[in-house]
């Protein structure tokens, strides 16, 4: 009977640090998960500004694989709109959303 109880008790704490140590793992994706999305977002910004530079009114931004399921380009476009006041656009999406073309203006 012992032996049982100790057994339960001790499934009972596999269970408790497995699921801590998902939760962590979770918490851990989405941090850098935000991280890439901030560096997409300066990556376009960056290079609106060179282009803006060059005189070149749109240029073409390609997502990886993993972007698109991370965050959609969608919520992408609208901040990176938000952060240039408006003066990058996003124009069309092909390809199911691997790139996006932007206009400065």
């Known amino acids: 009977m012992r032996h049982e109880n100790a057994l339960y008790i001790l499934l009972c704490v596999v269970r408790l640090l497995t699921d801590k140590l998902i939760k962590m ?55 990176v709109e938000k952060a240039s006041e408006g003066t990058v656009k996003c124009g069309y999406r092909s390809d199911y959303g691997t790139h996006v073309k932007y206009y400065i203006g």
């Open 25 to 79: 793992k979770i918490i851990i994706n989405k941090t850098k998960s935000s991280q890439r999305k901030k560096e997409v977002i300066n990556e376009i910004l960056s290079e609106a500004k060179e282009c803006a530079e060059q005189g070149i009114s749109s240029f073409t931004y390609h997502f990886k694989e993993g972007e698109r399921s991370s965050f959609p380009p969608p919520m992408i476009n609208i901040s």
